[in-house]
């Protein structure tokens, strides 16, 4: 158990004008984490499809761990283009596979192994998926970490779901958009970033907040403190995946026994690192590898 980190939720083909990428922000950090030593698993669904035997294919050479299942839904794609600064806009296919992902007794004793689990708001939109995750949280060991990235994605979210990952979650991570759609949400229009962040730290289990801002830098908002961070300035090719790869490089550090300012530290670099590179999923430099011990 001390190893297996999960990420569950969904897995798909980014669609780029120039060709298409592996995907899917669980994916995405799986792959990371365990590129710093962790045993990632990506827990997910495909079609029984060229496309979902090409993902297979592609986790293969990655040498990540996965359990995916194949359902009779297409594997999912998302229509990705980028702005002049490399930001992305997705276009998300509906009904697809990983939203149908089923809970099977493998993936129940895949759980009661776990020591952490990312999950999203994206893949829960549906209920099958929904209720899949959350029966993944209850097989949970009582201390396995369990991150809520929030992932907010076109209109595939509700408060009432919101609500619920931030009472089952020790850890979240959102972005600067998405902390003013939930203060719209909560009502706390009139609260700074900062402000939301510690409001939603009265939630339960939550211990801590993770905000990234792009270019503009990020915090990492604790009970007893907080870390703020600028961005290093790069050369951008596209922005996909990086912040999968910030809570992936923070979480193998907090779990290295490293301090938030350190942990937050590898978080930035690693994902300055995966934006100058193509893709969610480059191979991270020793440089960066080395910081967490194995």
Not at 124 to 149: E, G, H, M, W, Y
Request: negative net charge.
């Amino acid at each position: 158990m001390e190893n297996t980190i999960v990420g569950i939720g969904e897995i798909l083909w980014d669609v780029f004008p120039k060709g298409k990428v592996l995907g899917g922000a669980p994916a995405n950090f799986a792959y990371h984490v365990s590129q710093f030593g962790y045993e990632g698993y990506a827990v997910s669904a495909i079609g029984n499809d060229e496309l979902g035997q090409e993902i297979k294919t592609c986790l293969d050479q990655r040498n990540l761990h996965y359990l995916i299942e194949t359902t009779p839904y297409a594997t999912g794609t998302v229509q990705v283009t980028l702005s002049g600064n490399g930001i992305p806009h997705y276009e998300i296919c509906e009904n697809v596979a990983w939203d149908n992902i089923p809970f099977t007794d493998e993936m129940e004793a895949l759980a009661r192994k776990t020591m952490t689990v990312c999950f999203g708001s994206l893949a829960q939109r549906s209920s099958v998926s929904r209720t899949t995750i959350n029966r993944f949280l209850d097989c949970l060991p009582d201390t396995a970490l369990k991150i809520f990235d929030i992932n907010l994605r076109q209109h595939f979210y509700t408060l009432e779901l919101i609500e619920h990952a931030l009472n089952r979650c020790n850890i979240l991570k959102i972005n600067d958009e998405e902390i003013l759609l939930v203060g719209e949400l909560f009502g706390w229009q009139s609260k700074t970033e900062l402000e939301i962040c510690n409001q939603l730290l009265h939630s339960p289990n939550l211990d801590i907040v993770v905000l990234t801002k792009g270019a503009e830098g990020s915090y990492v908002v604790t009970n007893n403190e907080t870390s703020f961070k600028p961005t290093p300035l790069v050369e951008v090719a596209d922005t996909v995946g990086a912040g999968d790869s910030f809570t992936a490089g923070f979480v193998a550090a907090i779990l290295n026994g490293q301090s938030i300012s350190q942990a937050h530290e590898l978080a930035v670099d690693v994902s300055a690192f995966v934006c100058t590179q193509n893709g969610a999923m480059p191979i991270l430099p020793e440089n960066l590898l080395s910081r967490v011990k194995k």
